[in-house]
């Protein structure tokens, strides 16, 4: 899973989803039996694209995320661009695409806040199934 | 034409040997790339969107939008074997195993667009005691038009079983606060019909809609004719016209012949 989908995703229980807490979910508790591991994926690079969603991003909970998985260089706030075609801010979309887009999450799980439901995420793909007496 | 909505749950009827076989299939290949760009066509997007693909299977269409426009897609689908698939494909979206009819896990807000081909009908089964089809449909469009953003489009194409359960898949789509409608392509040809549920969250205008090459029902674009037509019509056209009506609703209503709506001559 790609961080920036970790950006977007919530608890998908109905109960919480009223809630401010379902989201974003949180990757402060591993077990040892599906250990947090990152991976670097090389996708293709375009800047509109980064430029479209950023206004989009939800920084606070992105600076989270980053924290949890043990990135402490993030800005504290969004960065700014005018023109995503500009030379000089280029590298700054270079790096958000890094960020976004190449780091994968391979393995670990998610805790809901709100239910402590944990969220298992195997082989990049997290589960969202819920058992079935979260199913409403 | 085979149903695979009335064998078995979709995770347990896409199975390991079905999804690759599934995926393999050269002439299910073509008709999902067809369905994906015939989507495309009608949603009319802008490059570079952050797009969700429910039921993305092994991601034959997710493909599609990648190379259309270059688009970023996450893609969810209920089947551990379908996703396992598109592992081995390497496609390049982000995979979620998540049952549609259970939410859609993302927060308000999420995506552009949304694209689905050939999986909502799936939401009017009831594959458990506790599933109910009404609720899981509610549940599916509160969730998607949550996660869309304002001015977001959405294309499923689906297969219906009939009349009733597309009225129920529009009725839910309506109550969550979609606007929108069906388009049909290949209409007459019933083995080739198809359906797409095209709906837009928030107030925008239908330009945004490529509606180009979409014919619409004369049934529903023309009013009912005016009483001071019914007036004019003769005795025999007004049989004819009730038949018709009662054929409609499913009575039982005698053929038509070079009799119908005749006078008996006197002589009889």
Redesign the interface.
């Known amino acids: 899973?790609?961080l920036?989908?970790a950006n977007?995703?919530?608890?998908?229980v109905?109960a919480c989803?009223a809630t401010p807490k379902c989201?974003p979910l949180h990757f402060d508790q591993q077990t040892a039996d599906v250990p947090l591991e990152l991976a670097h994926e090389d996708?293709?690079f375009?800047p509109?694209?980064i430029y479209?969603?950023l206004p989009?991003i939800?920084w606070p909970a992105l600076l989270i995320t980053a924290r949890e998985l043990g990135n402490n260089m993030l800005p504290e706030t969004t960065p700014e661009i005018e023109n995503p075609n500009a030379p000089e801010n280029e590298q700054i979309l270079r790096d958000l695409h890094t960020l976004l887009?190449e780091t994968q999450i391979i393995q670990g799980s998610m805790r809901c806040e709100n239910c402590n439901h944990i969220y298992f995420i195997r082989?990049?793909?997290?589960?969202?199934?819920?058992p079935?007496h979260l199913?409403q | 034409m085979s149903r695979p909505e009335t064998t078995a749950p979709p995770e347990v009827f896409y199975s390991e040997t079905e999804s690759k076989k599934y995926t393999s299939s050269s002439r299910i290949q073509h008709i999902q790339a067809e369905m994906t760009l015939r989507a495309l066509d009608l949603l009319a997007l802008d490059p570079h969107q952050h797009i969700l693909d429910i039921g993305c299977g092994s991601g034959l269409s997710g493909e599609i939008l990648s190379q259309e426009g270059g688009h970023v897609w996450v893609g969810m689908d209920i089947s551990p074997s379908m996703l396992a698939v598109a592992l081995d494909r390497d496609v390049p979206g982000d995979l979620l195993l998540a049952d549609m009819g259970a939410g859609i896990p993302f927060r308000a807000g999420s995506f552009d667009a949304v694209i689905s081909i050939s999986a909502i009908q799936w939401l009017c089964n009831a594959d458990t005691n506790t599933a109910d089809p009404k609720r899981r449909l509610a549940r599916f469009f509160d969730t998607l038009y949550a996660a869309l953003r304002r001015g977001g489009k959405v294309a499923c194409q689906f297969y219906p079983r009939d009349d009733r359960q597309v009225e129920q898949i529009l009725g839910a789509a309506k109550t969550a606060g979609f606007a929108g409608g069906l388009v049909i392509d290949d209409e007459d040809k019933k083995k080739n019909r198809k359906y797409y549920l095209i709906l837009t969250a928030g107030n925008i205008t239908t330009n945004d809609i490529n509606l180009k090459g979409v014919k619409i029902d004369k049934q529903h674009a023309a009013r009912r004719t005016s009483k001071k037509n019914r007036k004019e019509e003769s005795t025999k056209e007004y049989i004819n016209r009730k038949k018709e009506l009662m054929r409609k609703r499913g009575k039982l209503v005698a053929l038509d012949s070079q009799f119908t709506g005749r006078k008996r001559r006197p002589k009889f």
């Open positions: 899973m790609k920036l989908t977007f995703v919530q608890c998908s109905k989803s989201f996708v293709d375009s509109e694209f479209n969603i989009r939800d887009l082989d990049s793909i997290p589960n969202f199934l819920l079935g199913v």
